[in-house]
């Protein structure tokens, strides 16, 4: 009987204290709550109160800088073979041809600095071949881009011409050849920048543009020979009072179509003497159907008086280069390092002439000056931002008995980068 009351009686305490127990443990925890309340109130207004901590001097500026601020380039590496065919330019060599540096930081989330910095030939030394330094160091851009609107920005300083195929993309990678075209050293003097200011954006989806005035060329450095090439000025220097409008104008009408209407205007003589225009229109263009490309440029220069400029250069110069291309490297090779790779075969075919129309000098006409080059060989990417290249190139003019050649046949590899 005993037990049979001590049993229900025991249990019957033990759930009376059971809510007693919970009671006791919520009051506990509600105190507990409270006093760690007080205790972040009482640590957030030490904070408060405390100065902050100052960090070493210059970290935060040298962070945010680092964080604003993207490095790249490009480089060229080559070897050439030149056949010997009587002008003496015969031979063989390796030649660290170009190294570029960019440097691009973000002053404000609308304002971006834009550098390049380049070494031709391993830079420059003391000895003087012929009548240029062997090297060059060069400021090739430097320029202020203020990003206002989508169709409307400024940007000022040294920045390239924006005309024809080569001399706004002229990294390695974006032509499949080991030089540039000929064209687009002659008739345009890649790579061509100069000090400027002007205007671009977008016209939609489809559309880009730039509209720039910038100094422009010294029409006395004009010549048969080398185009415009040596009218490229230093960039704290201008021949005249004039100054150069140029502009360019991108339309991709169709996928995997880029079209480029561009032109230059400006007075090339030099100050104290009658104008001298010198304009440029070019169109350049590529097409990819599949793995087959397609892609051209043409340019006209117009000279209104020549004889101001030149003795031996001709009203117009003009030219043009057209480009097949197809991509060979098979779908199954893609995989492992060589997931990204290409390789890519090619031949070009370019003519242009220096002599056209009339001629101040009648005797320095020749067919030398109407010049044509067939190249073919072939590109291989392992990776996209590297090319291994390698042509041959034909060289091939209108030279009248006894006259020597302009330039060579040639076999050329070149290892290009970008980075």
Do not use: C
Request: overall charge negative; hydrophobic content about 35%.
């Amino acid at each position: 009987m005993k037990k049979r009351f001590i049993i229900p009686a025991a249990a019957s305490i033990l759930f009376a204290a059971v809510p007693m127990a919970r009671a006791a443990t919520v009051e506990e925890l509600q105190r507990q709550l409270d006093d760690l309340g007080s205790q972040v109130k009482t640590l957030q207004a030490e904070k408060a109160a405390k100065p902050p901590a100052s960090a070493p001097q210059g970290e935060g500026y040298l962070s945010r800088l680092w964080d604003r601020t993207r490095i790249g380039g490009y480089g060229e590496l080559d070897y050439i073979m030149k056949s010997d065919n009587g002008n003496g330019k015969g031979g063989n060599t390796f030649d660290p041809h170009r190294f570029v540096l960019y440097v691009n930081s973000d002053l404000a989330d609308w304002i971006t600095l834009n550098t390049e910095l380049e070494w031709e030939h391993g830079g420059v030394n003391d000895e003087v071949a012929g009548n240029e330094l062997s090297g060059e160091v060069v400021v090739e851009q430097a320029f202020l881009d203020f990003k206002l609107f989508r169709p409307l920005n400024v940007k000022a300083g040294i920045m390239l011409v924006p005309l024809g195929a080569t001399n706004l993309d002229h990294e390695p990678t974006n032509f499949n050849s080991t030089e540039r075209p000929e064209l687009d050293r002659y008739l345009i003097p890649s790579t061509w920048r100069e000090m400027g200011i002007g205007i671009h954006g977008a016209l939609g989806d489809r559309a880009d543009y730039q509209l720039l005035v910038m100094n422009g060329l010294d029409g006395k450095g004009f010549s048969a020979q080398n185009g415009l090439r040596d009218g490229r000025q230093n960039l704290n220097q201008d021949s005249n009072r004039g100054k150069a409008v140029t502009g360019r104008l991108e339309l991709r009408p169709l996928t995997n179509l880029y079209t480029n209407f561009s032109f230059y205007t400006a007075n090339s003589a030099s100050k104290g003497s009658d104008n001298a225009y010198t304009t440029l229109l070019a169109f350049d263009g590529k097409y990819r159907i599949s793995d087959f490309e397609i892609a051209g440029e043409y340019v006209q220069v117009i000279q209104d008086k020549p004889a101001l400029l030149a003795s031996d250069i001709g009203h117009r110069m003009s030219g043009y280069w057209v480009e097949g291309a197809y991509h060979l490297m098979p779908a199954a090779l893609k995989q492992g390092k060589l997931a990204e790779a290409d390789l890519v075969a090619f031949a070009r075919y370019s003519e242009f002439d220096t002599q056209q129309g009339s001629i101040a000098d009648p005797t320095t006409a020749s067919g030398k000056y109407d010049r044509n080059y067939t190249t073919f060989g072939v590109s291989f990417k392992p990776v996209p931002t590297v090319a291994i290249k390698a042509d041959y190139q034909i060289y091939d003019d209108h030279r009248g008995a006894g006259e020597k050649p302009l330039d060579n046949d040639k076999f050329q590899l070149t290892l290009g980068f970008v980075f």
